[in-house]
């Protein structure tokens, strides 16, 4: 493995350590910096709240770590980004569409319904799917069109093995941060009891 690649995970393992560590105490310090309520509806909100924030540091990392990987100019940046941020929603949005079609499907094959209502689900889906690709094909030959021929080598490799990288990675973090935190995310709590 080249230096360079080797600075690069070492960056990234330790911007990922720091991300678990730092969620968990972010965690422990909105469960114990506000006064205990009664109701639920803010835990979760405490608890939304830190996923938002665990969801939006990922994602800068993530765009660092692509940024870093792609070698992207300042210029480059600037006009990437925003076209990157806009996949990443796409993405999520079908994501979430996928899931209520989905939901939708199984209802229909579990109930007794007509044959319109059945194909109207089938029309639905392959709606959401066709508009999600078409969609995607925007973006990616938008994204591409900035982009060097070796850098989208790179960008196609990147969004091929992130996900993968990223879960062994914090897999592997999780198991060694657990350990060494739980005393001090405890002694934390205790103290603000």
Same mark, same amino acid.
């Given at each position: 493995m080249s230096r360079q690649k080797? #600075? #690069?995970?070492?960056?990234?393992?330790?911007?990922?350590?720091?991300?678990?560590?730092?969620?968990p105490l972010r965690?422990? /310090? #909105?469960?114990s910096s506000d006064q205990p309520t009664a109701t639920e %509806?803010?835990?979760? $909100?405490k608890t939304d709240t830190a996923k938002t924030h665990?969801?939006? !540091?990922?994602?800068?990392?993530r765009i660092w770590m #692509?940024?870093?990987e792609l070698e992207l100019s300042k210029e480059q940046m600037i006009q990437f980004t925003p076209l990157f941020?806009? !996949?990443?929603?796409?993405?999520?949005?079908?994501?979430? /569409?996928?899931?209520?079609? +989905?939901? $939708?499907?199984?209802?229909? %094959?579990?109930?007794?319904? /007509?044959?319109e209502e059945e194909l109207a689900v089938l029309k639905a889906r392959k709606d959401v799917e066709n508009k999600y690709w078409q969609e995607v094909q925007r973006l990616t030959g938008e994204l591409n069109s900035q982009l060097t021929p070796r850098q989208q080598i790179k960008f196609a490799l990147f969004n091929d093995t992130?996900?993968?990288? +990223?879960?062994?990675?914090?897999?592997? !973090?999780? $198991?060694v941060g657990e350990a060494n935190q739980k005393p001090y995310i405890d002694k934390i709590i205790e103290q603000n009891r």
């Open positions: 080797r #600075l #690069l995970w070492i960056t990234i393992t330790v911007g990922v350590a720091a991300l678990l560590i730092f969620i965690a422990a /310090d #909105l469960r %509806s803010i835990s979760t $909100q665990t969801v939006e !540091l990922l994602e800068l990392l #692509l940024a870093r941020e806009e !996949l990443q929603r796409v993405k999520d949005r079908f994501r979430e /569409d996928r899931r209520t079609i +989905m939901a $939708q499907l199984q209802k229909v %094959s579990n109930l007794p319904t /007509d044959e992130y996900r993968q990288k +990223m879960r062994q990675l914090i897999a592997s !973090l999780r $198991q």
